[in-house]
């Protein structure tokens, strides 16, 4: 079935770094791409999405792109900040509604 | 964009006690809304699917007697915990797709912690 996975965590980076967290993912049409971020105690937050091959979203200075021929979408950011310390998911979705997420990503960037 | 309110935000209830949580969409009409549990450092669990005047979908091994959904409109989902135990203790967290959703995927609540002592 449907499915995606993500590198484990947790990461720990320090402020200023390079970011990727990686995200491949199984499925057997095209399916929207997208990357979630959830902050302590709070719910899970949209960063940015994709819809389709060689789409790139970007948002507050993250960015994926689509890449069908490695069915990835990796998350990076060239700088982090210790705001950025969070869990991030990746999910993909087709328009039955059926929106599969990966394990999580937990990032901590430390000043 | 779409916005859905998840209240309460943290809920403490004794063992055997009911408690409701309540899911809205603030400025979509939510088709359809999604209840997830979520335990300390996992993935998102999901429970049910419900849609608006339907009976919910109850993912395998959740108990719909103790987790009662209704989406009696299409801007309200509750949940409700029947007779909660120590173990029902987590993050529960809702979301909805309605029109347009392909622009946002699914609009996340901010979540409620539950609790039970």
């Known amino acids: 079935g449907d499915s995606v996975t993500q590198m484990e965590g947790p990461v720990t980076l320090s402020e200023e770094a390079f970011l990727t967290i990686n995200c491949t993912y199984t499925?057997?049409?095209?399916?929207?791409l997208f990357w979630y971020v959830q902050y302590p105690g709070e719910g899970l937050q949209l960063l940015l999405k994709?819809?389709?091959?060689?789409d790139k979203g970007s948002n507050k200075g993250f960015e994926a792109t689509y890449r069908k021929e490695t069915t990835s979408f990796h998350l990076e950011k060239g700088s982090v900040q210790v705001s950025d310390s969070a869990v991030y998911f990746c999910?993909?979705?087709?328009?039955?509604?059926?929106?599969?997420f990966g394990a999580g990503t937990r990032l901590t960037v430390k000043p | 964009g779409a916005v859905v309110s998840q209240h309460p935000s943290r809920v403490i209830c004794k063992s055997g006690t009911s408690v409701k949580i309540e899911c809205r969409s603030l400025?979509?009409?939510?088709?359809?809304m999604f209840w997830y549990r979520q335990f300390p450092k996992q993935s998102l669990m999901l429970m049910a699917t419900?849609?608006?005047?339907?009976?919910?979908?109850?993912e395998q091994g959740v108990e719909k007697d103790k987790f009662l959904i209704n989406h009696a409109s299409l801007t309200l989902s509750t949940l409700t915990v029947t007779s909660a135990h120590p173990e029902d203790s987590s993050f529960y967290i809702c979301?909805?797709?309605?029109?347009?959703?392909?622009?946002?995927?699914?609009?996340f609540g901010s979540g409620t912690r539950l609790t039970v002592v």
């Open positions: 979301s909805a797709i309605g029109q347009g959703a392909l622009n946002y995927g699914y609009t």
């Open positions: 499925a057997t049409g095209y399916p929207s």
């Open positions: 994709a819809t389709k091959a060689d």
């Open positions: 999910a993909l979705w087709y328009n039955n509604n059926d929106m599969r």
């Open positions: 400025d979509f009409q939510a088709t359809t």
């Open positions: 419900s849609n608006e005047g339907s009976k919910a979908t109850y």
